[in-house]
C-alpha cells in the first residue's frame, strides 16, 4: 500500500491504510520548493519543439522531486493557458501527464477536465443573468456545450494515463447559491449527473470544485454520485466538520486549508488550522488534505511546511 494507495481509498469513501493523503487542486510552487527552474507560461511557449520536450521532462522530474518530499498521493497538471503563469498548452499538459505516470507511478494523475456550467464571470454577467431569465433555452445549449467539451477533454487525459478528472465549476459565491433551486434542476444536476457517469464509465475518478457557500447544495452535489468535493470553502464560512456529517459517508471532502492563510500566515496557524481539520474529520477516511484552492507561487516555503508537518503529527491512521 502507497501513497496512490491512500488517495484511491479516499476518493471511494475508505480510510486508507497509511495516512489521510495529500492532493492540491493547484500547486505553484515547485521552483520554489526544489530550487529548479520550472517552465511554464510564457517562458515556455517561445521554445522550440526539441527544448520543449526537454522542459517537459525537467518539469516532471521536478514535480516528482518535490511531492515525493511533500508526501503528496497525488499531482495535478497544469490547466491550458488561462490568467496564471502556472500553464501549459493541452498537447504538452497531456505530455506531462505522461511523463509523470512513467517517472512515478505511486501519484495519482489528476487533469482539470471541465464539463459542468458555472456561474458566469463579470465578463458575461449581465447577458448570462438575462438569458436565464428571457432565453433559459439558450443556457441549455451553454450546458450542453459544456459537457461535450468536458468529455471529450476526459478522453484525452484518459489516452495520457491520468486517472481522476475535475470540474472547476463554481456554483456560489460567498452569500450562497447562484442558481435558483429550479435553474440548478435545470442547467446544472442533470449535466453534473451524466459527467459523473460518463467519466465512470472511462474508468476514472470524478471531482467537482467550487468555490463559494455551497451548504444548501450538498445533497445536490452528494446525490450525482461525483468521487470528491474540492474546496470547502472556508472565506464563505464553509465549515468541513458539518460539510462531513451531512455528506463525508458519499463524497470524499478535499481542503480546506485556507489558501489566504498559507500565504499571510502565521506559519503557527497555518499548523492549528491543518490539525484542526484532521482531528475533526479524518475518522473513517474520505477525506484528502490541501489547500482550499491554489497554492500559488506567493506562498511561503515555511508556512506550506507547516501544513505538511501537522499532517506528520495527525494524519496518520
Given amino acids: 500500500m502507497g501513497r496512490k494507495q491512500d488517495l484511491i481509498t479516499a476518493f471511494d469513501c475508505g480510510q486508507p491504510a497509511g495516512a489521510v493523503p495529500i492532493w492540491e487542486l493547484h500547486f505553484h510552487c515547485w521552483e520554489k520548493f526544489s530550487g ?52 501549459l498548452p493541452q498537447k504538452s499538459r497531456l505530455k506531462l501527464a505522461a511523463l509523470l505516470r512513467q517517472y512515478d507511478p505511486d501519484f495519482v494523475v489528476v487533469a482539470g477536465a471541465g464539463g459542468v456550467m458555472a456561474m458566469p464571470d463579470a465578463a458575461s454577467y449581465a447577458d448570462f443573468c438575462y438569458k436565464l431569465l428571457e432565453a433559459p433555452q439558450e443556457i441549455d445549449e451553454i450546458a450542453r456545450g459544456t459537457l461535450r467539451a468536458g468529455l471529450e477533454a476526459v478522453k484525452q487525459a484518459r489516452d495520457a494515463g491520468v486517472e481522476a478528472v475535475y470540474t472547476a465549476s463554481d456554483l456560489a459565491d460567498n452569500r450562497g447559491p447562484f442558481f ?62 458539518e460539510v462531513k456529517r451531512r455528506i463525508g459517508d458519499r463524497v470524499c471532502l478535499c481542503g480546506n486549508v485556507d489558501c489566504g492563510l498559507l500565504v499571510l500566515g502565521p506559519a503557527s496557524a497555518v499548523y492549528e488550522s491543518t490539525r484542526d481539520i484532521l482531528v475533526a474529520c479524518k475518522a473513517g477516511g474520505g477525506l484528502a488534505l490541501g489547500a482550499s484552492n491554489a ?18 503529527d495527525y494524519g496518520q491512521y
Fill in 295 to 312: 497554492v500559488v507561487m506567493e506562498t511561503p516555503i515555511e508556512h506550506y511546511r507547516e501544513l505538511v508537518h501537522a499532517w506528520r
Fill in 36 to 87: 529548479r527552474r520550472f517552465i511554464s507560461g510564457l517562458d515556455f511557449a517561445p521554445l522550440t519543439a526539441q527544448e520543449q520536450e526537454r522542459a517537459l521532462r525537467d518539469d516532471a522530474e521536478i514535480i516528482v522531486a518535490v511531492a515525493r518530499e511533500l508526501g503528496f498521493a497525488g499531482v495535478t497538471i497544469p490547466d491550458p493557458p488561462w490568467d496564471c503563469p502556472y500553464t
Fill in 180 to 241: 435558483r433551486p429550479n435553474q440548478l434542476d435545470r442547467f446544472v444536476w442533470p449535466y453534473l449527473n451524466e459527467w459523473v457517469a460518463r467519466v465512470k464509465e472511462m474508468g476514472l475518478y470524478t471531482i467537482i470544485h467550487t468555490d463559494g457557500n455551497i451548504m444548501p447544495m450538498l445533497d445536490g452535489i452528494a446525490t450525482s454520485g461525483i468521487h470528491a468535493l474540492q474546496a470547502i470553502d472556508p472565506v464563505a464560512g464553509m465549515d468541513m466538520g
